[in-house]
């Protein structure tokens, strides 16, 4: 069997986690393969809202294997948090959640650093979710850091020592001090937690799950145009978001990879600084926040928000190699007269252009807008696709036709229950 991938096509937040848990039951594993405690997947189901951040999306069906794979960073003492609001909450999560020994510590000292760091860089913030994720993937690079294996090594005490003290130096730099003495108790109590849980080599278990002829659902965090490499670098996060990180994140082979879903919403948002052609910084832009209640499930941010941009998506699908698109929120538009697409991006000598072009370039340049009718209907009772006024159905065409893939599911609420599949 094969492994499917799913990716987020813009900033981040599309709502990857809510298209996981209603694919989940589909598959037979869904593992995540990069990111850590930086990404927050909200569900809805039941009337209730639950935010993960790195445990996998399956986590609420007890037939799914859930994989935390070798390309997370994972902070110990959310992971433990996490899994006691799943406890509290009647999830049996801990026969079917294997860590990958090989995936890397988040360390306080790392969090410390994240900080001073973004605070050095004055006006020219990153935006940071201040999690420690670049710290982190920097060891992992500097072939210094400490992974999850490491836990269960008998000099484990002295590895992290001799990590805070290497941190300690990189803080000395900009005149600061780490001050971490007050997290380290609950870092320590939370890595004797870790130790009981089921830390593998996820590459074999994963591989040896293709080999029974099971099905995987590779699950990533943030989203394309936040890619280490492809995208608005610098304002990006440390991590592959694209499908190609699914490889090396999880361990199995290209030739394994079939369908590739990418989540995009019916407009655009973006947490943190960095370019945004689309970004609306009127009444219309606050409009959308309000009403998709745009504030981020990991900092509580308000996100920035615009319409939706058809070269940044084609781009994405370019890299990804999309076979099927989910629209998330469409119902977050259901208020408006007209909505606008953005088909080019116009540069000051007046040329245009499809293609995403390099941050120096897009900071020069304007999008160029479709406009087209709004729906001004709720989205939100609507169960059967075929329902769903014409406005919209004529948007979705659109879409299609412009970006060269299939919209497969629209989605038009929070709850499981508001996801339309379209033939």
Known sequence: MPVDVLVGLQWGDEGKGKIVDVLAP???????????????????????????HQVPSGIFHSHIINVVGNGVVLDPVVFRQELQKLTDRGIDWAKNLYISRKAQLILPSHRALDRISEEARGGGKIGSTLKGIGPTYQDKIGRT????????????QERYQEAVDRHATLAAFHNRELEIESLEADFFSAVDFLRALQLVDTEYLLNDLLQQGKSILAEGAQGSMLDID???YPFVTSSSTIVAGACTGLGIAPRHIDKVYGISKAYCTRVGSGPFPTELHDAVGEQIRAAGREFGATTGRPR?????????????????GVTEIHLMKADVLDEFDEIQVCTHYRAAD???????????????????????????????????????????????EFLEEHLNVPIRIVSVGPDRVSTLHRA
């Open 145 to 156: 850091g400490l992974r999850v294996g490491d836990v269960l090594l008998p000099d484990f």
């Open 26 to 52: 589909t598959y037979d594993a869904v593992a995540r393969f990069q990111g850590g405690p930086n990404a927050g997947h909200t569900l809805y189901f039941d009337g209730v809202k639950h935010v993960l």
């Open 350 to 396: 007046g040329t245009e252009t499809d293609q995403l072009p390099d941050y120096a370039a897009l900071q020069t340049m304007v999008p160029v807008y479709k406009a087209m009718p709004g729906w001004r209907t709720s989205l939100q009772e609507i169960t059967d696709p075929e329902k769903l006024p014409k406005e919209l159905l004529t948007y979705v």
């Open 230 to 232: 492809f995208g608005t």
């Open 304 to 320: 920035r928000c615009g319409w939706i941009d058809l070269p940044a998506l084609r781009y994405s699908i370019m890299l990804n």
